[in-house]
Nanobody
Framework: QVQLVESGGGLVQAGGSLRLSCAAS????????MGWFRQAPGKDREFVAA????????NYADSVKGRLTISRDNAKKTIYLHLNSLKLEDTAVYYC??????????????????WGQGVQVTVSS
C-alpha cells in the first residue's frame, strides 16, 4: 500500500529555515506529481507547492514564492520542501501528497490521491 511519511518539522524562530522531507513507498514514485499542503489552526488546508512527475516543473502559492522551494529525488523516492525566511504565518501542519501517474501537477487537494500524516512546523517570534 502507498505510504507517505513526512519528517523534518519542528520549532524555529522567525527568519529561520527548515527542510521537510516526504519519503514515499508502495508506488512507482517517478510517475507521480507530488505536492505540499498545509493547514493552520482554525483554517482550511491550503496549497503550498507542487512538482511535476518529471521534476522539471514546479508551482507555488503566491504566499510562499521566493521563500519555499520544492524538489524531488526519484532515486530516493523522496520530495523536499525547503522553507526559508520563515514567518509566523507559516505555522501549520504540513502534508505531502501524491497525485495520479503521469498526471499534471495541480494546486488543489482534489488532484491528489495519497496523503501523509503531516508534520508540525511552528514559527516563533
Amino acid at each position: 500500500q502507498v505510504q507517505l511519511v513526512e519528517s523534518g518539522g519542528g520549532l524555529v524562530q522567525a527568519g529561520g529555515s527548515l527542510r521537510l522531507s516526504c519519503a514515499a513507498s508502495g508506488l512507482t514514485f517517478s510517475r507521480y506529481p507530488m505536492g505540499w499542503f498545509r493547514q493552520a489552526p482554525g483554517k482550511d488546508r491550503e496549497f503550498v507547492a507542487a512538482i511535476g512527475w518529471r521534476g522539471g516543473s514546479t508551482n507555488y502559492a503566491d504566499s510562499v514564492k521566493g521563500r519555499l522551494t520544492i524538489s524531488r529525488d526519484n532515486a530516493k523516492k523522496t520530495i523536499y520542501l525547503h522553507l526559508n525566511s520563515l514567518k509566523l504565518e507559516d505555522t501549520a501542519v504540513y502534508y505531502c501528497a501524491a497525485g495520479a501517474p503521469f498526471a499534471p501537477m495541480v494546486p488543489t487537494g482534489s488532484g491528489y490521491n495519497y496523503w501523509g500524516q503531516g508534520v508540525q512546523v511552528t514559527v516563533s517570534s
